[in-house]
C-alpha cells in the first residue's frame, strides 16, 4: 500500500482551529499528544460551544458542559490554552467575520503549523460533512494567508504573521502525511473520553470503551500506511 509521508518536525507552535468541541479528539489529539510530549506547544480554538450538539440539552445548557468538557480533553493531551470564537453552532457563515477571527488568533499564537478539519463535501464517498466544517476549515486555510498581509484586517490587536508554513487537514478522505502516535495513543483516548455527556447522549457504550475503540481504530486503519504504526493522517498544504 502507498505509504504517506511522515509529518514536519521543525517546529514549535501549532494553533488547530476547528468548528466544535469534540472535533479534534476523534483521532487528532493522539497526535497533539504526541507533539506536545515532545515539548512542543499547541493551542485550541474553537468556532462554537457545541451548543447545538446535544439533542436533549437546550443549548444554554449545553453550552458551558461543552466548553469544560472541551478543556478537560485538552489538558490531558498538554493543551491549556483553549479559545471559544462564539460563532452559532450548526449555522457558521463562512466569510469575512469568520477568517477575521481566525486571523487575529493565527497573529496572537504565531503558529508555524495550524491545523483543521476535513472541510470538503464528504467524509469520503457519500458521507455528507457538515456545514460547520466546511465553513471552518476552508477560512482557516484563507487566513493562514491572510495573517501575513498587514493590509488585510489591519486592526487586529497582534502583528502580521507570515509564518504559517503548513496546514494540516485531520480526517481528510485523501491524506498525504501521518505521525506515529504511539507515545500520544493513550491519551488521545482519555481525551475523547473527557466529553462524557456528550458520547453519553450519543451511545449506550461507556465513554471510555467508544472513546478507546474509536481512537484506536482509526490509528490502526493508518498503520498500513505508515510502516505498521499506530498513525494519524494528515493532508498536509505547505505554504
Ligand atoms: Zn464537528
Given at each position: 500500500m502507498e505509504q504517506l509521508e511522515p509529518m514536519p518536525?521543525?517546529?514549535r507552535r501549532a494553533l488547530a482551529v476547528v468548528a466544535h468541541p469534540d472535533d479534534l479528539e476523534y483521532g487528532c489529539a493522539a497526535a497533539v499528544a504526541t507533539w506536545t510530549g515532545e515539548g512542543r506547544e499547541v493551542s485550541y480554538l474553537v468556532?462554537?460551544?457545541?451548543?447545538?450538539?446535544?439533542?436533549?440539552?437546550?443549548p444554554a445548557e449545553a453550552a458551558p458542559l461543552r466548553e469544560r468538557e472541551e478543556r478537560a480533553g485538552a489538558a490531558v493531551v498538554g493543551v491549556t490554552s483553549v479559545e471559544f470564537l462564539d460563532h452559532a453552532d450548526g449555522v457558521i457563515e463562512y466569510g469575512v467575520a469568520l477568517r477575521r477571527d481566525i486571523t487575529a488568533a493565527i497573529r496572537r499564537h504565531r503558529p508555524e503549523l495550524l491545523i483543521t478539519l476535513n472541510f470538503a463535501?464528504?467524509?469520503?464517498?457519500?458521507a455528507w460533512n457538515t456545514p460547520d466544517h466546511r465553513a471552518v476549515g476552508r477560512a482557516a486555510l484563507d487566513a493562514a494567508g491572510d495573517a501575513g498581509?498587514?493590509?488585510?484586517?489591519?486592526?487586529?490587536?497582534a502583528e502580521p504573521w507570515d509564518g504559517v508554513r503548513w496546514v494540516a487537514v485531520a480526517g481528510?478522505?485523501?491524506?498525504?502525511h501521518a505521525v506515529d502516535v504511539t507515545a500520544g495513543l493513550e491519551a488521545g483516548v482519555r481525551s475523547l473520553a473527557e466529553h462524557r455527556a456528550y458520547i453519553e447522549a450519543l451511545t449506550d457504550q461507556p465513554p471510555q470503551d467508544y472513546a478507546r475503540s474509536l481512537v484506536e481504530g482509526f490509528a490502526a486503519e493508518t498503520a498500513g500506511r505508515f510502516g505498521g504504526r499506530p498513525a494519524i493522517p494528515f493532508r498536509l498544504f505547505s505554504r
Open positions: 518536525g521543525d517546529w468556532a462554537t460551544r457545541g451548543e447545538a450538539g446535544i439533542d436533549t440539552l437546550p463535501d464528504t467524509w469520503g464517498g457519500t498581509n498587514r493590509w488585510i484586517f489591519p486592526d487586529t490587536e481528510d478522505d485523501d491524506p498525504t
